[in-house]
């Protein structure tokens, strides 16, 4: 005798769309695979600042352990994409003014100081720039990804930095880079100019190959002070002070 059959559940019940729909895996289940896929899903803007990151939810839509996504979230955590508080669990890093500013100021320090140092910066760390130049051209050409064109994007700033050729400050400039990737990513998507990025910043190069660097680290800061103004218009967030 076949077993009886419950009645059908009521459709005004069903569950509410999860924000972690989009999120998969192909066929891997590494802590590593799972960071990258959830920085992909936050640099494309399919999980928006202070959506909450549950760990249940997240090993169900991508078909892992929870184990896997606790330490995923660390990595998160730790990169400050997302932030842990006690007794509410980890959710994805909201910015506010105040700081979008003071990374922005010292970001301006670093890579300023960096451009200053071009015609001492040995020929590798010069060449880091212009191919990170490169690099950011051709996915711009290629129409990338949010992500995509985010990365690109960092890393000249990033080659800025390195003209120093100081170890510990190109740390510091990741650090600094990570806390607005969110933020960077979400003016990325809603601008959709990387032809106009990538002509802003092959103006700088020329620049700095052209003996000009004194102009050049005026437009960078003057290129940084925009980046702060778009990113704040982006994430709806007033002025700072």
Do not use: C, Y
């Amino acid at each position: 005798m076949a077993p009886r059959r419950g009645p059908d559940p009521d459709p005004s019940h069903e569950p509410a769309p999860s924000p972690f729909g989009t999120l998969s895996l192909e066929h891997s289940s590494t802590v590593d695979r799972v960071v990258d896929e959830l920085r992909r899903a936050l640099f494309d803007g399919e999980l928006e600042p202070g959506t909450p990151l549950r760990e249940v939810a997240l090993a169900d839509a991508m078909g892992v352990s929870r184990s896997t996504i606790r330490e995923a979230l660390a990595v998160l955590v730790a990169e400050g994409l997302a932030t842990r508080e006690p007794n509410r669990g980890v959710h994805v890093t909201a910015l506010d003014p105040g700081s979008v500013h003071d990374v922005i100021v010292a970001r301006s320090v670093l890579e300023v100081a960096g451009v200053r140092r071009w015609e001492l910066a040995d020929e590798d760390a010069r060449e880091a720039v212009r191919r990170a130049l490169a690099d950011f051209t051709a996915v711009a050409s290629a129409d990338g990804t949010p992500a995509e064109l985010n990365s690109a994007h960092l890393a000249i700033h990033r080659a800025f930095v390195g003209l120093t050729g100081s170890p510990r400050l190109l740390a510091l400039a990741d650090a600094l880079s990570d806390e607005v990737r969110l933020g960077l990513a979400k003016v990325d998507r809603i601008r959709r100019n990387a032809g106009e990025q990538v002509a802003s910043h092959r103006g700088l190069l020329d620049l700095l190959e052209s003996g000009d660097v004194e102009r050049a680290a005026r437009e960078l800061e003057q290129h940084l002070e925009h980046a702060e103004d778009s990113m704040l218009t982006a994430l709806h967030l007033p002025a700072d002070g």
